[in-house]
């Protein structure tokens, strides 16, 4: 579990969890870690980096509008991968029973403590601390 929660570095946050953690290239300026679509704010870490939620962290609902690429049903679970911003693509996991079908526009969102923050160049974790909810750009 301490593992899956707090992998030491992107290459073990993408061998736990299926489907794996999303890990979103970022750049940090001015306190805020800025990403295609979105931005979140950041203490404790500067540069490129990349940003790490798990698929189960990301909710429906929120202020990140995305457009469902793909969805997957698998029994009590849904995969959803989600197009967020131009280039960025997101999966998340939610319980089965919504409607949710390709090309769907969906507001989603995912709490500043689910996101771990990784050095872009060598992947290891940084002690960095979002600071507040994603907000589009």
Partial sequence: EEVYSQPASATVAQLTGSPPMNLI?????DGFARADGFSIPVTGASGR??????????TLGGRLPGRVEVVQPLGRKIIVELAIGQYSRLKMAVPSGPQIRRGDAVGV?????????????TGELVPAAPQGPPVPV
């Fill in 109 to 121: 969102g995912f709490s500043p403590e689910s996101v771990r923050v990784f050095n872009a160049d």
């Fill in 25 to 29: 290239p970022s750049l940090i300026e």
């Fill in 49 to 58: 980096v990349l940003l790490g939620i798990r698929p189960e962290e990301i």
